[in-house]
């Protein structure tokens, strides 16, 4: 279970996150985080929130983001916020790290999957994009629904994919959550 104060890392996408006020911290009305991504570094896809807003604030580097159809760069001091419903992706958009303090609201389970993802590119189960095989992401992608979706296709047929997909994921044995022998790799020791 994610604490203030942790941090986890996903060596696939760049990231490295902290926690800076959990769902526990705020029942359940946000989720702070302190994010660093690398060079290079991404979100591992474009999605939408369907209940959820976002605010980015960057504090250093050069953050890209693609919100809807339109594309942002924001510098040390910006801020963007997302609207529930609208589709966005991020990442490093210059050649040195960018940090930027990121607020979703409510939390819902953001934690959760965050925690599942990283630790699943951590231990080596997702593709150079930071997604796990189809299957697995199935079973990910049904328990977390209310949170996070693929902005296409539309919702109905993606729930259709995946009432057929997730019992298949299960029956070879993938969980909704995953945390490798020994615990979890992407978290970052202090």
Do not use: C
Not at 65 to 90: D, S
């Amino acid at each position: 279970m994610i604490r203030s104060g942790d941090t986890i890392h996903n060596p696939v996408t760049g990231e490295r996150i902290t926690f800076l006020a959990t769902s526990r911290d705020t029942n359940g009305e946000a989720v702070v985080i302190e994010t660093v991504v690398q060079p290079h570094g991404f979100v591992a896809a474009a999605h939408v929130h369907p209940s959820q807003s976002e605010r980015f604030a960057v504090v250093d580097g050069t953050l890209e983001l693609k919100v809807g159809g339109e594309r942002l760069f924001l510098e040390p001091g910006e801020i963007a916020t997302v609207e529930p419903g609208t589709p966005h992706k991020f990442w490093n958009g210059g050649e040195d790290e960018v940090r930027f303090v990121f607020e979703i609201r409510p939390a819902l389970q953001l934690e959760s999957l965050l925690e599942t993802m990283f630790a699943l590119a951590a231990d080596g189960k997702t593709n150079r994009k930071g997604m796990p095989n189809p299957l697995r992401l199935a079973v990910i992608a049904k328990q977390h629904f209310d949170t996070v979706r693929l902005p296409f296709p539309p919702a109905w047929m993606q729930k259709a994919g995946l009432a057929l997909g997730a019992p298949l994921g299960r029956l070879v044995g993938y969980r909704p959550t995953f945390e490798p022998d020994g615990g979890v790799p992407a978290l970052v020791a202090g």
